[in-house]
């Protein structure tokens, strides 16, 4: 017998007498060691089940796949952290990471798919888990420091400020009709000369136009003379004052009067002169011409004083207001501007351009302002009292609804409906739903808005319908929504 089979054979003599020992022993078993078998048969249990080919496909039970293959057990021992910790997470709808609970893991694409467990999309991305007391019932959304850092969020309180409100129209420059005025004969003329002035000439008030002969004028004249150098009359003031008023009728000019007064002689030709200071806009007197009454010499106009006539939207009239400060800036002066108030706002809107006129009046000492210039306007229609306010970039507008996102403080935001007044200068009035010191986020809030829509959309989900644990394929653990 070789040296190895006596071997084996001595050693099976030794554990039948220990068998033996032990049967024949009062002694009670070792509880300790036979804990620790236990212990390590549960340790060597499987976890949970995953598809033979490595699919993200996992399965709390034995499973075989279509083609008739098993699942593959994967123990505690070998389980990697991209894999799935846990299948009973199915059950409970929560795990724990660290010291964070986590309630589901939700697609990373943002897709309405949630899982009790950690998984992998088709295009091989983890899915995001959700944390206790990031979706709170409050509707706020709540955001890690680094991802508040990297979308760049800020905010700022809501603050008392006056907001300025411009409205921007176009125009032109329109004459001022009480400053126009046009010189006519009232009887029957003839020009005997005319003076050295011309279309477009600027004129002073009583400088000389033309010389008129008028024979209603010159009777009129010889009588008012005889009137008041006629011993039986002269000291009678109803004679002389009647005979006067013809002439003045006449529309002779007082100057020329005067001159009849003093020389106590009729002249040949009356000398007509300019009755305001202007330009001449208008010249038709022609040397020798006869002038019927009523036919228009001379046209001028006074421009120091003009108008601006500007075209504002039918949509812009609720902010206009007579008296508001309008600035007007010409084509033709880049880099100036003129000052003017609103004077008249006409009662009618145009059907075709719905469009209302306005009236501005505008100094133009310098005279740079010419009639059918075009100008641009600007109507300050800013209210001087302050009111709550927040930047433009705040509001979240829908169309229908308008909200802003209140920053809690610690990476929560909460979004707040609002009621939405006067806009100017880059901010918006907030007539309701906001107090004044209110942290309101103004940048970035397109991200949170977003992450807020998703929450919101995750939560229908795990509304609509629990997870269930016993999913016989275990590929989704999601809640459909009716």
């Not at 899982?115 to 999309?121: H, I, N």
């Not at 000369?193 to 010889?222: C, E, F, H, N, W």
């Given at each position: ?50 598809d ?6 996992y ?68 899915y995001i ?58 009887a ?33 004249a ?24 013809r002439?003045?009728?006449?529309d002779?000019?007082e ?18 002169s ?16 006869r ?39 010409a ?20 059907k ?21 210039m075009?100008?641009?306007a ?28 209140i ?6 935001f ?18 309701d739903?906001?107090?004044?010191g ?31 644990a ?5 590929e ?7």
């Amino acid at each position: 017998m070789s040296r190895s089979r006596l071997i084996g054979a001595a050693a099976a003599i030794l554990a039948a007498a220990g068998a033996g020992l032990f049967a024949g022993s009062a002694l009670p078993p070792d509880n300790g060691r036979l804990l620790s078998a236990a212990g390590a048969a549960d340790a060597s249990a499987p976890l949970y089940y995953q598809d033979p080919d490595g699919k993200p496909l996992y399965s709390p039970t034995p499973k075989k796949t279509e083609d008739g293959r098993d699942y593959v057990a994967v123990p505690a021992a070998v389980d990697a952290p991209e894999q799935p910790a846990t299948m009973n997470a199915a059950k409970n709808a929560a795990t724990t990471q660290g010291d964070r609970k986590i309630k589901y893991y939700r697609n990373p694409m943002g897709l309405p798919d949630t899982s009790a467990v950690p998984k992998k999309d088709s295009m091989g991305m983890d899915y995001i888990p959700v944390y206790e007391g990031e979706d709170s019932d409050d509707g706020s959304v709540k955001l890690s420091p680094g991802r508040i850092q990297r979308s760049g969020v800020k905010s700022e309180p809501a603050e008392r400020r006056q907001i300025r409100t411009l409205v921007r129209v176009p125009g032109t420059i329109q004459l001022d009709e009480r400053r126009v005025s046009v010189v006519a004969m009232r009887a029957e003329s003839y020009v005997q000369k005319v003076a050295d002035v011309t279309t477009g000439s600027r004129v002073a008030k009583g400088q000389p136009l033309m010389d008129i002969y008028s024979s209603a004028v010159s009777s009129a004249a010889a009588e008012y003379l005889a009137t008041i150098t006629s011993k039986a009359t002269a000291g009678i003031e109803p004679y002389g004052r009647g005979s006067r008023q013809r002439l003045v009728n006449l529309d002779v000019p007082e100057p020329a009067i005067a001159e009849m007064e003093k020389s106590r002689a009729v002249p040949i030709t009356i000398q007509w002169s300019s009755p305001r200071d202007g330009i001449v806009l208008q010249r038709n007197a022609i040397e020798g011409m006869r002038a019927q009454p009523g036919d228009v010499l001379f046209r001028i106009a006074d421009i120091s004083l003009v108008w601006a006539i500007v075209d504002v939207a039918e949509r812009d009239l609720g902010n206009v207001a007579v008296g508001q400060p309008v600035t007007v800036r010409a084509r033709s002066h880049p880099g100036r501007s003129f000052k003017g108030r609103i004077s008249v706002i006409y009662p009618q809107v145009n059907k075709e351009t719905r469009t209302a006129r306005v009236r501005i009046e505008l100094e133009n000492a310098d005279l740079a302002l010419l009639p059918d210039m075009y100008v641009d306007a600007e109507i300050d229609t800013g209210n001087p009292a302050p009111v709550l306010a927040v930047a433009e970039s705040a509001v979240l507008d829908t169309g229908s609804r308008q909200a802003v996102l209140i920053d809690k403080g610690q990476g929560r935001f909460e979004p707040r409906e609002v009621k939405l007044g006067r806009r100017g200068d880059g901010y918006v009035e907030i007539r309701d739903g906001l107090a004044e010191g209110d942290a309101i986020v103004t940048s970035a809030n397109f991200l949170i808005d977003a992450e807020s829509n998703l929450k919101a959309a995750l939560k229908g989900f795990n509304e609509a319908g629990p997870m269930q644990a016993d999913n016989p394929t275990g590929e989704k653990a999601i809640g459909v929504k009716p």
